[in-house]
DNA sequence: TACTTTTACTTTAGAATGTAAAGCAATACT
DNA sequence: AGTATTGCTTTACATTCTAAAGTAAAAGTA
């Protein structure tokens, strides 16, 4: 079986988990879009292989960044929130996305506008992460509904 | 040829160039621990093998994070600096370490220690660039001796 | 109740990428 | 002049990724 880690550097174990092209696009679909199922993920502009998205869910199920259930609702779909661990992602992704507006934005001109230049960063991470809590919680209200 | 993009999303776009296992840590290599050769990078904990390195290298000079030179006292090493592009990066890797030792040390128990937990992080990130500022300019006096 | 659709996958085949080891040419060292 | 070092490239093999099709169970529809 192969060793879930390279070294014992803090960088490079984190990316072990993360750094790949697509893990931290499920994240970004779960915390910014507030993507839920396998299909809605599976649904993203970028167009992850199915079998490649079920090895990811599965990967960072087993890393406690996501979580999977099933509402009373519905015993079919299968639904994915992100933990606090997947959400305290936030912070990494913010910081991609202002580099990312500055230094790759020239290689490609068809990159979306970055609409939160002008606000503290701090603020845009902490409402993202508050958003994402209420969203997760009205989910689970339809699991216990009062 | 492939395309260098797979969306126009901002998050996508970064993680085509730095969403890989090694980018990243040829970056720690070079900002964290000064490394500014070929050899001095593949020696590396994490042993990537010589022909990504290769390849990796040549991404980052294309997309100018890193720049390569020889110096005039060494005609056959090449000398790897970091762009501002590349120092840039640094937010993006303090926001990983913070996570790392936070979420991913509990899967990794030969992590090592995470020395700045007790410093405020804009300025490890300041001071880990204004270091590397000066390693480079050092580097580059030897191309115009005073 | 039967039929169709949807969902969440798994399987498979081929392509692309990664790993490990060896090879090589130019420069530097002794 | 001979050896070692550096920065790669090449090669063979293994692993992973992509794309497409297949499947089983639940849900919706007639």
Redesign the pocket.
Known sequence: M?KDFRSSCIIASALDLIG???SLLIVRDMLMHHKK????I?ASDE?????????R??MLESFDIIS?R?LP????????LLSEKGIELAPIIMEIVIWSDKNVRMHNPDMNPFEYKEVDKSFVIKNAQERYREFAGQVLEQEAPS
């Not at 199922?37 to 809605?40: A, D, F, G, I, V």
């Not at 167009?47 to 090895?55: D, I, K, Y």
């Open positions: 192969k790949d092209k697509w199922t396998y299909k809605e599976a167009g992850v292989a199915t079998n490649l998205l079920s090895a869910l599965k999977k099933k609702t519905n015993r079919k779909e299968n639904i994915y």
